[in-house]
């Protein structure tokens, strides 16, 4: 049953909660550690729908201001996860409150190679890697029994959304 609406001249003032409801429902960046997984299926589409749920979750944590980054450089891992993995692959997101971390895990157990960049090279593809390596704080790769999980760190900027 929906609470009657009441206004503010027929409470008490000390009876007044509005501000405090209002406080709680505002949308604070979290101080601890959390962390999110996705299932991701062997889909041409997936680094499209990753890109999608992870500027959500950026924006709904008041992450926005890495939101680019992380797009580009998930997307980036999880295209090189479909196309050197016949199988699904899993992305989570880490969040302490100094770093956010994504790591692609996938079935291939070889660690990949990042391609040497050559001014003449026209090729379409082989350049994922360095671009994680040139735009993310750190990254590296964790070898697993059936697989590997190649991650990225970024440090977000103090102030979240409004960088």
């Known amino acids: 049953m929906p609470l009657p609406y009441v206004s503010r001249q027929s409470q008490p003032a000390h009876n007044w909660r509005l501000p405090h409801a209002h406080a709680r429902n505002r949308r604070t960046p979290p101080k601890s550690h959390w962390s999110y997984g996705f299932l991701i299926p062997h889909d041409p589409r997936a680094a499209s729908v990753v890109r999608a749920a992870l500027r959500a979750l ?15 450089l998930a997307s980036e891992l999880v295209a090189n996860a479909y ?12 969040h302490t409150p100094d770093t956010l971390t994504v790591s692609v895990w996938d079935h291939n157990p070889a660690p990949p190679t990042p391609a040497e960049a050559r001014r ?12 994680v390596a040139a735009c993310a704080d750190e990254w590296g790769v964790r070898d697993y029994p059936h697989g590997k999980a190649v991650w990225f760190s970024v440090v977000p900027k103090r102030n979240g959304d409004e960088a």
Not at 58 to 72: F, I, N, Q, S, Y
Not at 84 to 91: E, I, M, Q, R, Y
Not at 124 to 130: A, D, K, P
């Open 58 to 72: 950026l924006r709904a944590t008041r992450l926005g201001c890495v939101a680019d980054t992380v797009e580009l």
């Open 83 to 94: 196309r050197h993995s016949p199988a699904d692959a899993c992305v989570s997101v880490e």
């Open 120 to 131: 003449d090279d026209d090729a379409e593809s082989g350049r994922g890697l360095g671009i």
